[in-house]
């Protein structure tokens, strides 16, 4: 029988390796115990001065969120959680998990271009390396209007994409602009076809189409045999 998948899309191979991936992860033990540490400086550092330091209340959308890492830092700060992944299989898993510590979540299956949640829902919306997986333009400008749409009037989105340095393009194809198939023999996602950003600018140009005060930041880290480039945004709803 095939996974539930998000409404609005169809069951397909890459949301069923997904779901594969983070069970396989779990059963090793090797699934992620802690956030990132990027969107935790984001929340809790200087780097955001409007940013209010006592968000107890606040809604939080996490987008994409695998595991539930950064669900669990999210309810430290007292957040009301909330999430979407692509399949019930994933959902139920971090569902238990975020039970077995005492963090309640209302978690269901949605994607980028499908949240199933009500307009002007929620003060916060993390989406982390998780637009990339849309795979033309249109559909990034449709996922960045979805964002905006369940945001409260003045919530805040934090975003990290894939950048152009990233581990992850070597031995990719570039398919046309921005597009680009994943050929690494040592990654389940080779064959699958990804939206990257070139430039920061870029990353600016196509969020402002729905959003204001957009802030773009990067993170490069050489870690010896790998590099991870990542674009690092954050942007206010209207």
């Keep these: 029988?095939?996974?539930?998948?998000?409404?609005?899309?169809?069951?397909?191979?890459?949301?069923?390796?997904?779901?594969?991936?983070?069970?396989?992860?779990t059963e090793t033990g090797r699934e992620l115990l802690w956030p990132s540490e990027t969107l935790v400086r984001l929340f809790k550092g200087p780097y955001l001065p409007s940013l209010p330091k006592d968000q107890r209340g606040k809604k939080v959308l996490d987008v994409g969120f695998g595991n539930g890492n950064n669900l669990i830092f999210l309810g430290?700060?007292?957040h009301e959680l909330h999430?979407?992944?692509?399949?019930?299989?994933?959902?139920?898993?971090?569902?238990?998990?975020?039970?077995?510590?005492?963090l309640e979540a209302d978690l269901r299956v949605?994607?980028?271009?499908?949240?199933p949640f009500d307009s002007s829902t929620f003060d916060y919306l993390v989406s982390w390396n998780v637009v990339h997986y849309e795979n033309s333009e249109r559909d990034i400008l449709d996922a960045t209007a979805e964002y905006a749409r369940v945001l409260k009037p003045g919530g805040r989105l934090f975003l990290s994409t894939t950048g152009p340095e990233h581990?992850?393009?070597?031995?990719?194809?570039?398919l046309r602009r921005h597009l680009y198939e994943?050929?690494?023999?040592?990654?389940?996602?080779k064959g699958q076809v990804f939206?990257?950003?070139?430039?920061?600018?870029?990353?600016?140009?196509?969020?402002?189409?729905s959003f204001e005060d957009v802030q773009v930041g990067r993170t490069h880290d050489h870690l010896l045999t790998e590099t991870l480039d990542w674009f690092i945004l954050s942007a206010v709803k209207p």
């Design 83 to 102: 999430g979407t992944e692509v399949t019930e299989a994933i959902v139920a898993s971090t569902r238990a998990r975020l039970k077995t510590i005492g």
């Design 76 to 78: 430290s700060l007292g």
């Design 182 to 189: 994943i050929g690494r023999e040592d990654d389940f996602r």
């Design 195 to 209: 939206f990257y950003f070139d430039t920061k600018e870029e990353v600016e140009r196509y969020f402002s189409t």
């Design 110 to 115: 949605g994607t980028n271009r499908a949240l």
């Design 1 to 25: 029988m095939n996974e539930t998948t998000a409404k609005g899309e169809t069951s397909n191979d890459s949301f069923e390796k997904w779901a594969l991936a983070y069970r396989r992860l």
């Design 167 to 174: 581990k992850i393009l070597r031995n990719s194809r570039s």
